[in-house]
């Protein structure tokens, strides 16, 4: 066979082995967050404030909050000194806001539309991970379905996968009365 016959045959290989490995990696991000989204949802699950506090990123989550108040505040049909006040106090709002809802409690409906409701059968990390997906910066996020948008953003943090956004529609977050 001859050199130039070779070369093609190679190449597709070269490619074939390449998207392997990076769909391997992918899987190997999914694999690694589960069992941390799985302690997060059973903290959740538990009201086990201590074990939920360590797979949160508070400042990560209070960052996100400032980012969604400056957004709107940017985005009112005010006058400018109001959206100077709001810009201001976005802020202290965000960290306020961030002591009310970044608690066990308020992510309940989350973890059980995942499964994590008390007296049911915990999913194990590899049904955690087939709802994680691979984001291109090297976090994961867990998806309402297949292919759909996020709904919690992880990121690893020293060997800790740590909740670091969530995405998901305000309404399954929800304070005790």
């Not at 074939?16 to 990076?22: K, M, R, S, V």
């Not at 799985?38 to 980012?67: G, N, P, Y």
Request: glycine share 8%; hydrophobic share 45%; charged share 25%.
């Amino acid at each position: 066979m001859r050199l130039s016959a070779i070369v093609p045959v190679l190449a597709a290989a070269a490619l074939t082995a390449a998207a392997l490995a990076l769909s391997g990696c992918a899987t190997t991000q999914r694999l690694s967050a589960a069992p941390d989204v799985h302690a997060l949802l059973i903290a959740i699950r538990d009201d086990d404030r201590q074990a939920f506090d360590a797979h949160v990123d508070r400042k990560a989550l209070e960052a996100q909050l400032q980012s969604r108040l400056v957004e709107r505040t940017r985005g009112a049909s005010v006058d400018e000194a109001w959206k100077a006040l709001g810009l201001v106090l976005s802020g202290p709002i965000s960290r306020l806001a961030g002591d009310l809802l970044i608690q066990p409690d308020v992510f309940r409906a989350v973890a059980e539309y995942y499964g994590y409701r008390p007296g049911t059968p915990i999913p194990n990390s590899l049904i955690v991970a087939g709802a994680l997906k691979a984001l291109p910066d090297g976090r994961v996020c867990a998806t309402r379905r297949k292919h759909d948008d996020c709904l919690m953003t992880f990121a690893d943090e020293g060997g800790i996968w740590r909740l670091v956004g969530f995405d998901g529609d305000a309404a399954l977050l929800r304070m005790k009365p």
